[in-house]
């Protein structure tokens, strides 16, 4: 973050207020939150705030967490001035962002860096720790050139909402997936600020929480610009929550968006870690194939002539399943020398599972201690931050986390798009037309997945076995079996899982068009709100 900071009742000028206050006359109607609503946020403010303090009064930056979310404090606003590669429109304004957690930070990382690249400046919010964290590291470099602010989310309640939108003076809001405020949206519709959810999802349990509270999430739909779904049962949805359709376009998932894979320095380091070379290490690619960065990476960790399945952004429970599979496969005299790569989703979790693994008897090295991977490692706690690509790059085959126990599922663009094959259980709520796609074409495997349609070499009589299986999977038990044999599979014939991964790296790039697409959609409502914006600078 900006070392900087002012205080919010002291950021504003005669240019900003204008902004925010005398907007064009669009005379767009104003839906007030019901009353019950905003008494009962005033009851729970206090009861919030000491849930921050039990959960944060211990971090080194509890106090400007507190400052941020209460509205007493924020970061300078980003500069309107010229950064932007695109210098014929560098000053368009600033665009609040808000994204939960960091999932929802990595899934519109790269619309983020479309808008800044268009001149935009942006004001990233994130309501919780991890998410906050991925913010921080992932748009670094902006932050630090001051085109973009970064901070916690404000509670929803008026006041601190006013006192945010007058120091941010966001000319477009944009909320991603599914959370949503409804004093925040009323507080924009006053405003006449914009407020568009991009990437829109609505699952049927969500759906059904929000018809609880009908007069509130009409009024959230109806104050909103405009809703970006991401497919047609999530439209549908929205629709009976209380949205126009003209208010709904549909345009697919920027989860499909690649974010660019990023060989951390630190990972390459840890090749002299494990006996490579300084030659070796320098011809690691910045710009090749998938699986030629494959190969580059298993060399620097000096494990190439090694089978590696990494279980990624895993959460409690999911570790357990991933040692026991582990156990099985290193009971086959072919697989003895497989590694296994964990990496936790949150990092208050490493030091329980790296507990859990020697608990196992299982050889483990872990990241955080920068111990290298040697012949008789069988397990490699990656406990670390923003390394996510690096393993998912390094890994013969990705177990996604979040799906064997009920989260809904992470996203399996990530290691599809580095042509690796991804398995995942059965709970993928949050991310389901993405991986039926991928199991359309046989780069995603899933119990009980309807869509699926495996990847075969030479008529493969041990595919046809597991497919067979495939579709009398019933229970967890169940579908922890067919993981295994699935699993199995594919790390005992690396050339099938090759063949999976490169048609899972295929589709990401074919899918690659719903940036632009919610990109221009963004950019009209802009100029339906900010005509004058377009095509030239904010002075």
């Known amino acids: 973050m900006p070392s900087s900071h002012t205080s919010s009742d002291a950021s504003s000028n005669s240019t900003d207020t204008m902004l925010l206050d005398n907007k064009p006359l669009t005379d767009r109607?104003?839906?007030?939150?019901?009353?019950?609503?905003?008494?009962?946020?005033?009851?729970?403010?206090?009861?919030?705030?000491?849930?921050?303090?039990?959960?944060?009064?211990?971090?080194?930056?509890?106090?400007?967490?507190?400052?941020?979310?209460?509205?007493?404090?924020?970061?300078?606003?980003?500069?309107?001035?010229?950064?932007?590669?695109?210098?014929?429109?560098?000053?368009?304004?600033?665009?609040?962002?808000?994204?939960?957690?960091?999932?929802?930070?990595?899934?519109?990382?790269?619309?983020?860096?479309?808008?800044?690249?268009?001149?935009?400046?942006?004001?990233?919010?994130?309501?919780?720790?991890?998410?906050?964290?991925?913010g921080a590291s992932r748009f670094a470099d902006e932050i630090a050139q001051n085109r973009m602010s970064h901070s916690y989310v404000p509670v929803d309640t008026p006041a601190v909402i006013e006192t945010f939108l007058t120091h941010v003076q966001p000319i477009a809001a944009l909320f991603v997936e599914t959370e949503l405020w409804a004093n925040i949206l009323t507080k924009l519709a006053e405003h006449q600020i914009p407020s568009i959810l991009v990437n829109g999802r609505l699952s049927v349990s969500s759906f059904k929480s929000y018809q609880k509270i009908g007069a509130v999430s009409?009024?959230?739909?109806?104050?909103?610009?405009?809703?970006?779904?991401?497919?047609?049962?999530?439209?549908?949805?929205?629709?009976?929550?209380?949205?126009?359709?003209?208010?709904?376009?549909?345009?697919?998932?920027?989860?499909?968006?690649?974010?660019?894979?990023?060989?951390?320095?630190?990972?390459?380091?840890?090749?002299?870690?494990?006996?490579?070379?300084?030659?070796?290490?320098?011809?690691?690619?910045?710009?090749?194939?998938?699986?030629?960065?494959?190969?580059?990476?298993?060399?620097?960790?000096?494990?190439?002539?090694?089978?590696?399945?990494v279980a990624?952004?895993?959460?409690?429970?999911?570790?357990?399943?991933?040692?026991?599979?582990?156990?099985?496969i290193l009971s086959h005299s072919s697989l003895a020398n497989t590694l296994l790569i964990i990496v936790p989703r949150h990092p208050e979790r490493f030091d329980e599972i790296a507990s859990l693994i020697e608990k196992t008897g299982l050889v483990m090295a872990r990241r955080s201690l920068d111990e290298g991977i040697n012949a008789d490692t069988q397990v490699y706690l990656a406990d670390s931050?923003?390394?996510?690509?690096?393993?998912?790059?390094?890994?013969?085959?990705?177990?996604?986390?979040?799906?064997?126990?009920?989260?809904?599922?992470?996203?399996?663009?990530?290691?599809?798009?580095?042509?690796?094959?991804?398995?995942?259980?059965?709970?993928?709520?949050?991310?389901?037309?993405?991986?039926?796609?991928?199991?359309?074409?046989?780069?995603?495997?899933?119990?009980?997945?309807?869509?699926?349609?495996?990847?075969?070499?030479?008529?493969?009589?041990?595919?046809?076995?597991i497919i067979a299986n495939h579709q009398h999977g019933t229970d967890s038990a169940d579908d922890t079996a067919l993981v295994y044999q699935w699993l199995e599979t594919w790390l005992s014939d690396l050339p099938l899982a090759i063949h999976a991964g490169q048609a899972g790296e295929t589709i990401t790039v074919q899918q690659q068009a719903v940036l632009t697409r919610q990109f221009t959609m963004i950019e009209d409502v802009i100029e339906q709100y900010f005509p004058q914006n377009l095509g030239q600078e904010i002075l």
């Open 29 to 134: 109607t104003v839906y007030q939150t019901p009353f019950y609503y905003q008494f009962l946020i005033g009851v729970l403010k206090p009861l919030y705030r000491l849930q921050v303090w039990r959960r944060s009064h211990k971090r080194d930056n509890y106090q400007q967490e507190v400052a941020q979310r209460f509205g007493k404090q924020y970061p300078a606003r980003p500069e309107t001035t010229g950064h932007s590669n695109n210098s014929n429109n560098s000053n368009k304004g600033v665009i609040w962002c808000h994204a939960v957690s960091l999932g929802e930070t990595n899934t519109v990382a790269p619309l983020l860096d479309a808008l800044l690249a268009s001149g935009y400046q942006i004001w990233l919010t994130n309501t919780t720790q991890t998410g906050f964290a991925r």
């Open 218 to 309: 009409t009024s959230m739909m109806k104050n909103l610009a405009l809703i970006i779904a991401q497919d047609s049962d999530s439209a549908k949805r929205f629709r009976q929550l209380g949205a126009d359709s003209a208010q709904i376009r549909v345009a697919g998932s920027l989860k499909w968006v690649i974010n660019t894979p990023k060989i951390d320095d630190k990972a390459i380091d840890s090749s002299e870690q494990a006996g490579d070379t300084e030659e070796a290490r320098a011809q690691i690619p910045s710009k090749k194939n998938a699986l030629a960065k494959k190969n580059e990476l298993a060399k620097a960790f000096a494990i190439a002539d090694r089978p590696v399945w």
């Open 312 to 328: 990624a952004s895993t959460h409690n429970g999911e570790e357990e399943t991933a040692l026991s599979l582990h156990q099985q």
């Open 385 to 465: 931050m923003g390394e996510m690509m690096t393993w998912y790059t390094l890994a013969n085959v990705a177990l996604v986390g979040g799906s064997l126990v009920d989260i809904g599922g992470h996203n399996p663009v990530e290691p599809a798009s580095v042509a690796t094959p991804v398995i995942m259980g059965r709970y993928t709520q949050s991310c389901q037309s993405v991986v039926d796609k991928l199991a359309e074409v046989g780069a995603l495997y899933q119990p009980n997945n309807k869509f699926y349609r495996p990847i075969t070499i030479n008529g493969s009589n041990e595919c046809a076995k």
